[in-house]
């Protein structure tokens, strides 16, 4: 099968439906497909091999001015060319920061009118590649913010159009009406026209058949898999007891990391509540908090708040943010914690970060919502507690403080089920089922 992924960029930010897709893309083309990996709006940015084209489609910058001026709308398309080139786009990714949805909802709109909307242009030019260059049998969307451009593609290249659902609906939710009213009709209606839709929990299968007015059985369930090469335990830590199976008050300072986003959805100031907790319990060994994560430029008082609060409270000697982390840097940070946690917000739909953490061998505490009930409950890697509810939080990380060989079965016990179940390779295989299923469908 000739199958295209169009993978929606984040600019600079290490963003979870990029590395999902990249990695779907990577062990496709080891699996012996042929794939192209393509980025939308902005080049991609993985941890890992970067195997997408460098050319971009649908330029961020170029939907953006189509947007705001009829002008840009009548543009030839070689002087379009020179807006989309990468170094420019990573240029001004880095300058943007992260999108605020309260900004965006009449582009919003108008892109998931597709061949409706004011970036038809944009439209009719990837269509024209697909169909001169490509002539895919798959079209494989990262997420459906990309759904406006699903009909034509449909029409135009008789490909099966497929979409991953991937928190679509946190975006949507913060757009001012009436917006998001629109916005979400819109979405309703193009994804009830896609051959395939693919949710990576259970969880986000059942939310967004409610949320799409879908019956779920449209929605296929395909777990996360990750490149699982540099996550494997040591013998030694497999057959022998490390510094998380001595007693409590004979070890070192335990480390509490934290990976993701630094942002107030992932929840990083309730895990500092939580860690003042702690620090205050008289039976607990010394911790530390380490948290790791891309942190835009407009989220840089958020972490400046919290750390101003580690000094108010004497503690500032106890937190660190190590900062953005490579491939290696971010195996090794994981390995180098005794429990992560990710007390989110929100529901996740993926959390990938939990999942990596897991795969290293380390034991999670996290907020029992979302697809962390399901890996959590799948793999014995930890425990879930209350969300929003930092008094929890701190009750369940000093359950597994207090009880280290308990805290490093749960850890062993996640890395095994996570190479059995979660890996590229077992992804791939059930993302070419579906594909088969639904190729001749279509």
Not at 236 to 248: H, M, Y
Not at 309 to 318: A, I, P, S, T
Request: one cysteine or more; aromatic letters at 6%.
């Amino acid at each position: 099968m000739k199958i295209v992924h169009l993978v929606a960029g984040a600019g600079e930010m290490y963003c979870g439906s990029c590395l999902h897709g990249s990695t779907l893309a990577a062990a496709l083309h080891q699996a012996g497909q042929d794939v192209v990996l393509a980025p939308v709006y902005t080049p991609l940015r993985t941890d890992g091999p970067n195997l997408s084209r460098p050319r971009v489609l649908f330029g961020g910058i170029n939907a953006y001015l189509q947007q705001q001026s009829a002008l840009f709308r009548l543009t030839p398309w070689f002087f379009d060319r020179l807006l989309d080139n990468p170094r420019l786009l990573r240029w001004l990714g880095r300058r943007a920061g992260s999108t605020n949805p309260r900004r965006l909802g009449p582009l919003t709109v108008s892109m998931l009118r597709g061949e409706q909307g004011r970036q038809r242009k944009e439209l009719d030019k990837l269509t024209a590649w697909l169909e001169r260059e490509v002539r895919p049998d798959v079209v494989h969307l990262s997420n459906a913010m990309l759904v406006g451009i699903a009909r034509q593609l449909g029409q135009r290249l008789g490909a099966a159009i497929v979409c991953t659902l991937s928190g679509e609906d946190g975006f949507l939710d913060e757009l001012i009406e009436p917006h998001r009213t629109e916005a979400r009709a819109e979405l309703r209606a193009r994804c009830a026209e896609l051959d395939g839709l693919v949710a990576v929990s259970d969880y986000y299968a059942r939310f967004m058949a409610e949320y799409l007015a879908l019956p779920q059985e449209r929605i296929d369930v395909i777990p996360p898999g990750l490149d699982l090469q540099g996550y494997e335990l040591e013998q030694d830590q497999q057959s022998q007891p490390g510094p998380a199976d001595t007693d409590a008050s004979a070890r070192g300072p335990v480390t509490i990391g934290f990976f993701s986003r630094i942002c107030p959805e992932k929840g990083l100031h309730l895990l500092a509540e939580a860690f003042r907790l702690l620090v205050e319990r008289a039976d607990l060994p010394p911790v530390r908090l380490r948290a790791a994560g891309y942190l835009g430029p407009s989220d840089r008082a958020y972490l400046q708040q919290i750390r101003e609060r580690f000094v108010q409270w004497g503690l500032d000697d106890r937190f660190e943010y190590v900062g953005e982390l490579d491939r290696r840097q971010k195996i090794a940070f994981l390995k180098s914690l005794d429990v992560l946690s990710i007390p989110t917000v929100r529901p996740e739909s993926k959390g990938l970060a939990a999942l990596e953490a897991l795969a290293a061998g380390v034991p999670v505490v996290l907020p029992e919502h979302g697809a962390f009930c399901e890996w959590v409950t799948q793999t014995g890697g930890g425990l879930l507690c209350a969300p929003n509810d930092p008094a929890a939080l701190a009750e369940a990380l000093g359950r597994l403080i207090l009880d280290p060989k308990t805290a490093t079965h749960h850890g062993r016990q996640a890395a095994t089920a996570v190479h059995a179940n979660h890996s590229s390779q077992r992804m791939a295989e059930r993302t070419i089922e579906l594909y088969q299923r639904l190729r001749p469908a279509r």
